[in-house]
């Protein structure tokens, strides 16, 4: 049984371009969150979402960043207009419907910006 | 989501056990308290949750105080494959609560 997976999982973006980050959660799990660690930082939610529903985006930068998790296909974030600051590792996690289920994560992205 | 103190380094010798502890005082009935661990900058590893009762699996044990306001996570015969930054979280089984807050966690040496 596959884990998470998340790729690329490592991603090169000059300033002003935009990254796409996918996640494609484990078999039978339907819900995906992403999370974004800062280097020498602790982990932090960003968004929660359901197939084709946002659920929980609080963690989520006002500007720039969006996420979606279509019908088919994985969850992508998506950063627009990539600054330094955006430089994290990126981690997705999946879940079943169940509100008690354990999250499991993927191995991450990380995004460098230069 | 209640918050939980940990420390932030320990020290354990290969073989022995290793005993992590987790304040988490202001936990509501029905929150869980779950351990992941972050080996160097992999993605979050989870080990073991529980709500009331000690719970074992093949990683860890799960000891909850009767109180529930405390916790500790043994590994019973720790590697050097076991040093990693472990995180003890509150988490809650309420809609709109299953984010996980991570907060900096206890950074676990194992020592040959």
């Known amino acids: 049984n596959a884990g998470v997976m998340q790729n690329p999982r490592h991603l090169v973006r000059r300033r002003g371009q935009e990254a796409r980050l996918r996640c494609s959660p484990m078999?039978?799990?339907?819900?995906v969150y992403w999370y974004r660690q800062l280097p020498e930082e602790g982990l932090k939610f960003m968004v929660y979402?359901?197939?084709?529903?946002?659920?929980?985006e609080s963690g989520m930068p006002k500007e720039r960043f969006s996420a979606e998790f279509p019908k088919e296909g994985p969850s992508i974030l998506r950063i627009q207009q990539v600054v330094r600051g955006d430089s994290a590792a990126y981690f997705c996690a999946s879940s079943t419907s169940v509100l008690t289920d354990t999250q499991y994560f993927g191995p991450g992205t990380r995004l460098t910006v230069l | 989501d209640a918050k939980t103190t940990q420390p932030p380094s320990m020290d354990c010798a290969e073989g022995r056990a290793a005993n992590l502890p987790c304040n988490h005082s202001?936990?509501?009935?029905?929150?869980?308290v779950y351990w992941y661990r972050q080996i160097h900058s992999q993605g979050p590893q989870y080990i073991i949750h529980g709500l009331k009762n000690n719970e074992t699996n093949e990683m860890a044990s799960l000891i909850i105080t009767e109180d529930r306001k405390s916790s500790t996570l043994i590994l019973p015969h720790a590697t050097l494959r076991d040093t990693a930054v472990y995180y003890c979280i509150v988490r809650g089984a309420r809609q709109g609560a299953q984010k996980l807050v991570f907060g900096q966690g206890t950074r676990l040496t194992i020592n040959p």
């Open positions: 078999k039978g799990h339907s819900h």
């Open positions: 202001t936990i509501s009935g029905n929150e869980y």
């Open positions: 979402l359901q197939k084709e529903n946002i659920i929980d």
